[in-house]
Structure formats: structure tokens, C-alpha cells
């Protein structure tokens, strides 16, 4: 299967508003440029970039409102910051990345689409704690590390949503050790085991 078929089975299977749908294929687009000079993204993995990707990413859009701010950890190749930020036009969200070629790349997409976003290029841990309503993260980290790095903005009340593999279950019992929180796991709806772990009410983590 190439994109655009991945691309036409994706909008007949959701319901995508003709603005959304077109800063989404400027992301894409973007991203198609860019991960053939940098690795954004494996070749294998270029097929089911709306099936997989997009769709994982936009299953978070049931839980923010429309006017979020959101500060997605480890953006990368721009899921889910930059798919949030390109369906939810009157929010905001702060991506976070260490690699320059990453950042340059998020900074081109955010231009080509006209996002109300922007990126901070740097280490998380190194980063201001700027209001957020959500932080998000997608293969960024186990959740006892991810705790530690979004209880800045978990500890004033931002609520966390994080895409979860199989492993989940284990990460939760981990990350219990040290932390006290209140959580939600709603299955992936893009395949697979993983879920969309909710997690609130953060306390604890001192070592």
C-alpha cells in the first residue's frame, strides 16, 4: 500500500473537517520532504503513516478541548504534537526535542501548515515548566521516568495523556512505587494492545 492509499482509507474511515484535512497533508507533506534526507522515519513505516501515525495521535483530540494548551514531550517526527496542533487550530502546543534536525524539521512543518505551535529545542528537563492544560508523549520514555519528567506541569494541574504499548500494565505498577496518581486506560483505537493512558492528580516522586 503506498500513502495516498493509506491516506484515502483513513478519510473514508474518519470523519476529518476540510481545514483539519488540509493542514494535516501540509505536515505530511513536510514530513515526506524531510525523512528523505533525515531519519524521521523508517521506510517501512511510510505506508501506514495515516492508518498508524495520524490516527494514533488524533485519538487525543477526545480528551482536549479546543482551545488546550498542550506540551507534547519527545516530538520527533511530529506525532501527536504536531497532528494536536494541526486539528486544534484555537489551542496551543509546545513541542520539546533535543535534536537539532528534529527541531528544524518541526519549525518547517509548523510554517508549511500555520500552526499555533512552536518548539523548544532542548532537554526536558532543562525546559520551563510554561502553563499546560495536558502534556503528551508518544515512545518517548517508561512511565516512571515520564512522571519525573512531566511533574512540572502535572503538580500545577495539567492532566497527562501518554500512547502506551503493551507493556502499560507493567509501566503502571512500576511507576507506583514512587508516584500517587489517579489513571484511566481507554484502548488504542489504532491497533494493537496499547492504550491512551489518563493520568491526574500527580504526587509524590521524591526520592
Known amino acids: 500500500m503506498t500513502s495516498e492509499n493509506d491516506r484515502a482509507v483513513f478519510l473514508a474511515a474518519h470523519n476529518v473537517s476540510r481545514e483539519t484535512l488540509n493542514r494535516l497533508d501540509r505536515v505530511i507533506d513536510t514530513l515526506d520532504s524531510w525523512r528523505k534526507k533525515s531519519n524521521l522515519i523508517g521506510p517501512r513505516e511510510w505506508p501506514n503513516i ?7 495521535s488524533l485519538q487525543l483530540l477526545d480528551h482536549i478541548p479546543e482551545t ?27 513541542m520539546m526535542e533535543s535534536v537539532g534536525k528534529k527541531t528544524a524539521f518541526l519549525n518547517a512543518a509548523i510554517d508549511a501548515a ?54 502499560w500494565e507493567e ?6 512505587q514512587r508516584w500517587r496518581f489517579a489513571h484511566e486506560a481507554i484502548p488504542s483505537r489504532s491497533g494493537g494492545s496499547g492504550v491512551v493512558l489518563i493520568v491526574r492528580e500527580l504526587q509524590g516522586g521524591e526520592a
Open 50 to 56: 495515516w492508518q498508524r501515525h495520524v490516527w494514533d
Open 171 to 176: 509501566e503502571l505498577t512500576e511507576a507506583r
Open 68 to 94: 488546550a494548551r498542550v506540551v507534547d514531550l519527545g516530538s520527533g517526527a511530529g506525532f501527536p504534537g504536531l497532528i494536536i496542533a494541526a486539528a486544534r487550530p484555537e489551542g496551543h502546543v509546545t
Open 114 to 167: 500555520g500552526l499555533s505551535a512552536d518548539v523548544y529545542q532542548g532537554r526536558v528537563e532543562s525546559a520551563p515548566a510554561s502553563r499546560a492544560d495536558f502534556v503528551t508523549a508518544r515512545a518517548f520514555a517508561p512511565l516512571p521516568k515520564l512522571l519525573d519528567y512531566t511533574s512540572p506541569w502535572m503538580k500545577n494541574g495539567a492532566t497527562g495523556l501518554f500512547l502506551k504499548g503493551e507493556r
